[in-house]
């Protein structure tokens, strides 16, 4: 997100504040924000080919496929 369009931005700030609940506290508008620039850093990683194959992660982590 740190490089997005700053229109793009703004526009998903707003549609974000239409979809939280009248109840939502910054917390829930925070995990949303990280969440999205989050999966933004990991798209930009599989675009850039950083990636791990399944077979590694799961024998990395003592995993049965």
Known sequence: MANADPQSLRQYLHTLA?????????????????LRREIEAGMADSDAGRVVPHATVMQRFGLAE
């Open 18 to 34: 239409d979809a939280l609940p009248d109840n939502a506290t910054t917390a829930m508008a925070l995990y949303h924000l990280v």
